[in-house]
């Protein structure tokens, strides 16, 4: 596995077109069809209501929502967010324009420090592998922190390695990685200080050049950090106090990495599954990349294979001892898994292994296929079914007629295609149903149109809900709920902020006019028998929702 870096910095110079080709491509691509993918709960919602309450509230310090303070990320993923919505409006397709964003100028960065550390035919390759992988795909149009985080994440310790491969210009580079981390840290918090910090300070260990950590302490580095992120930290204590630091430090960042909040996900070989699934259709080639990549370390000049390990390790390792494990947190491991990938490909492709190719990479890309289909069969009905398998049909009939007497570039480029086809697919399609089945927009037209006020969702919330309507809902809870709920200093019953109310004490208010109360399926009969001593009327019932008026409370 060949990672030399060049003396000749010429040579890796690529022309601003090519970057700027690269960027355009991907941009317009993740934002294909967004319009049409609905906001979801429980997570995208947070974070587009609260960009929505920043916009409206015109308050741009302090994060808020259900117009209470929220604490639970920093503020830059909400001011962009923000901003886009000032510009475009409150829609889908604004709430998903930074993430898009965001993946454009990530495979930017790619290209131009695998251009930079190893030769263009990786790059492109690394491009590829890392922008069409699934959980790239997916992330690049979800409103969630992720996908900025990654960036500023990875441009940190990007900008680390070429200080420290190009002494003469580290102070720059060095400079480039503060402000890397600064961002990160405005992102989602002092994660993203500790784990490049973790990364470095493994990769100088196994270095052995200690001198380093000196160059990188560097005072106007330090300066440079502190005026990015202690204006916003500080704005905040000084205006919330020990809540502040009791929350978002305490429940947010204490409390995640030592009580789980999904108990059932805290098992030691978590980040394996997601590992396969993050990076399908390549994730059988990149387990051989890897593996070939790790022979090959010692027989290395460059220091790269070394530090893309260790960068890989430290967030697996990190991650897996945490006991609140998130689909997304090793996501910044996507970035060396690609050029470890990128690498062992183009050996592959120089070698003309088209069989190699299709074993590795083809059965998982018509793996893939299948498990599209099944998704429209789970999520998709009449013409829209109809036409989205036939659709897949005939690209995995294409794929598996047109793989036959391919050389190795041949069968790579068909892959290439066939992922393309099958993401058009995806988003024309079966990501708008998905999203609509986890997403409370037509819940919200509901609420609109029947006119109340004064809104009540029983033992559930949809923050879309309140984010498509305008109208901030309250959450009800059985009596018996209320009354035996004990406060604790440190829970993650804190991480929640919508207003809650005890069904009797909701209904139990002078009310001027008829409270609407919002009731899946599910829970119809416990909601049925709490409102047995007051005057209701069924309004109307769809999608397993049943919206119930509530006018006064029965004379006994």
Known sequence: MEMKLSGDANMFVAPRKL???????SFLGYMFFNQAIPITDPVESNYALTAKEMVLSADWVSPRIYGNV??????????????????????????????????????VMLYWFTMKT??????????????????????????????????FNC??????????????????????????????VLTKGPVGALLPGLVVLLFIGVQRDWAQLKALFTPAGIFLFAALTLPWYGAMYALHGTEFIDTFFGVHNY???????????????????????????????????????????????????????????????????????????????????????????????????AAAILRWAGIPVVLLLFVYMLAAYRYLAGWEFGLTAVCLSLLLLFSVWTAKNKGAAGV??????????????????????IAA????????????????????????????????????????????AVSSRQPEALDWSSKYTMPSQGLPEFLGQPQPAASLIIVQDKQKDPFLLEAANFDYQLLTSSGGVSYYSIIKQQCR
């Open 19 to 25: 970057y700027l080709t690269i960027f355009l491509i």
């Open 70 to 107: 929220w604490f639970d990320k920093p503020v830059f993923f909400y001011w962009l967010t923000a901003m886009a919505f000032q510009l475009f409006g409150f829609s889908e397709w604004a709430a998903r324009l930074v993430p898009a964003f965001f993946a454009a100028v990530g495979l």
């Open 118 to 151: 190893t030769k263009p035919t990786v790059a492109l390759l690394a491009v590829v592998i890392m922008g069409t992988s699934f959980e790239y795909i997916i992330l690049a149009k979800l409103v969630i922190t992720d996908m900025v985080f990654f960036v």
């Open 155 to 184: 441009a940190a310790l990007v900008f680390f390695y070429l200080g420290y491969v190009n002494r003469a210009q580290a102070g720059c580079w060095y400079l480039a990685m503060y402000a890397g981390v600064a961002l990160a």
């Open 255 to 353: 409390l995640r990495a030592t009580v789980s909040e999904h108990p059932k996900d805290n098992v030691s070989y978590y980040y394996l599954g997601v590992f396969v699934l993050s990076m399908l259709p390549w994730s059988a080639l990149t387990i051989k990349a890897v593996l070939q990549g790790w022979q090959d370390r010692r027989s290395q000049a460059s220091p790269l294979p070394v530090f893309l390990f260790l960068w890989i390790a430290a967030y697996f390792g990190f991650y897996s001892l945490m006991a609140t494990k998130y689909l997304t947190y090793t996501f910044p491991i996507l970035f060396p898994l690609a050029m470890l990938t990128a690498v062992q490909l183009e050996r592959m492709l120089a070698q003309n292994e």
């Open 412 to 433: 790579f480029k068909l892959l290439c295609l066939c992922q393309l086809g099958s993401y058009i697919i995806l988003s024309l399609f079966i990501f708008p149903a």
């Open 437 to 480: 089945t986890r997403s409370g927009k037509d819940m919200a037209d509901s609420m609109s149109a029947l006119g109340e006020k004064k809104i009540g969702m029983y033992q559930f919330y949809s923050t879309s809900a309140v984010f498509y309507s305008g109208h901030t809902a309250v959450k009800l809870t059985p009596a018996a």
